[in-house]
């Protein structure tokens, strides 16, 4: 016979202190709990009203959430490492980075349109009202002459009429846009398959201090601070410069 309710779980360990942005710790704390994505994640705080009252409220209630389930209740209610979550939160306050939820009214409109959005985002430098108009220019690593100065002239008009260029900081087209897109005194986007404060290629931590010291945009990643830009962060990458954006410019691609 099953037992009720709550006694299939591991007990909650003690709640996190109040003391440094309940909600923000709380934020982290589920995107680090094995098996809790980013849909999940909604799920719970749409239900629940906060990522503090998912730790706070008992585990049946929690697998009864729409795609949670009884493991990853089990899951959430034995979270105990909230040092990690320290740890994530003084990495970011040391490169100025901060932790943008999906309800944060700054977080990106496009963004938050798209197929299973981020429910938590890194951020360094600044987002702006008219980051609502971005275009992403992106393209192989391995650009031809050509390839170059067609994602510059593109880049640079785009950024002359007030669009925000999106791109990957990636060797090649990248690079080339988000640079052509500074000279012009435009505006860019740098979304990144790492941890924001661990720049790749490591070649571009000058584009980025540019970018940053600018206030000229923004860099931007769903990978945990230090987090190494392992090949399967690429593709999520590309999906999120592209939400970010209005259309997507593929300025040269390369045979595969």
Do not use: C, K
Not at 76 to 84: P, Q, V
Not at 137 to 148: H, I, K, N, W
Not at 158 to 181: F, N, R
Not at 216 to 225: C, D, K, N, P, T
């Amino acid at each position: 016979m099953i037992p009720p309710s709550d006694s299939l779980f591991v007990p909650a360990p003690q709640a996190p202190p109040r003391d440094r942005s309940a909600d923000v710790r709380a934020l982290v704390a589920l995107t680090l709990v094995p098996g809790v994505g980013s849909a999940r994640v909604r799920a719970l705080i749409e239900r629940l009203g906060s990522a503090t009252a998912v730790f706070e409220t008992p585990a049946a209630r929690l697998a009864a959430v729409d795609g949670v389930g009884r493991q990853t209740a089990a899951a959430i209610r034995a979270f105990a490492a909230w040092d990690d979550v320290d740890r994530q939160l003084d990495r970011a306050a040391r490169v100025g980075a901060r932790p943008l939820a999906f309800t944060d009214p700054d977080y990106p409109d496009l963004l938050r349109r798209i197929y299973d959005p981020p429910a938590l985002l890194w951020l360094r430098g600044r987002l702006d009202p008219a980051d609502a108009h971005a275009v992403a220019v992106v393209g192989t690593r391995t650009a031809t002459d050509y390839g170059l100065r067609v994602a510059e002239a593109f880049a640079r008009g785009l950024a002359e009429a007030g669009v925000t260029v999106v791109s990957g900081l990636a060797y090649g087209i990248d690079a080339a846009a988000h640079t052509a897109a500074l000279d012009a005194g435009g505006r860019t986007v740098a979304v990144l398959g790492s941890g924001v404060d661990r720049v790749y290629p490591q070649r571009h931590a000058g584009l980025v201090r540019r970018i940053l010291d600018a206030a000229a945009g923004a860099v931007l990643s769903v990978v945990r601070l230090g987090g190494a830009p392992d090949a399967g962060n690429f593709p999520r990458r590309n999906r999120f410069v592209s939400g970010l954006s209005l259309g997507t410019l593929v300025a040269e691609a390369r045979p595969t």
